[in-house]
């Protein structure tokens, strides 16, 4: 009977604390600044990089904008703040520097009102919009 009252009020507790469920809406590409919309959520999925090289590897961006810098090449702006994405950790060395960065992983979820673009270099983002639904 205790056991049965303890289920009864655990489940009640967590019905309680949801926000509503997940309806699929559409898929984006964003590049340009764009903010999730209200009642929406976003599931970032993947980076497109505009980052082609030259023949020598360095990178040689097609954007104007876009920083030959490896930092900004990765970055996409969440809020204000750049961001890399990419798998775990990348440790580099050039000349007789060396340095290691972490990377935000993906997916990321996004909630109503956080801002999204594309970064100094134009990267596109894959995004996954969603419909919440009370």
């Not at 559409?26 to 090289?53: C, F, G, H, M, R």
């Not at 996409?76 to 950790?89: A, E, F, Q, R, S």
């Not at 290691?100 to 996954?128: D, F, K, M, R």
Request: net charge positive; hydrophobic share 40%.
């Amino acid at each position: 009977m205790i056991l049965l009252l303890a289920v009864a009020i655990l489940g009640l507790s967590l019905h309680g604390r949801a926000q509503g469920s997940l309806q699929f809406n559409q898929v984006k590409l964003v590049t340009s600044l764009e903010t999730v919309p209200a009642n929406k959520v976003w599931k970032v999925v993947s980076v497109i990089y505009d980052i082609p090289t030259t023949s020598s590897g360095d990178l040689s961006s097609t954007s104007s904008s876009c920083s030959s810098n490896r930092y900004h090449a990765r970055a996409v702006v969440i809020n204000g703040v750049n961001t890399k994405t990419g798998l775990g950790m990348h440790t580099a060395s050039y000349s007789s520097l060396s340095y290691a960065h972490a990377y935000t992983e993906l997916p990321l979820w996004l909630p109503a009102g956080a801002t999204l673009s594309g970064g100094p270099c134009n990267n596109q983002i894959s995004v996954i919009e969603f419909n919440v639904v009370p």
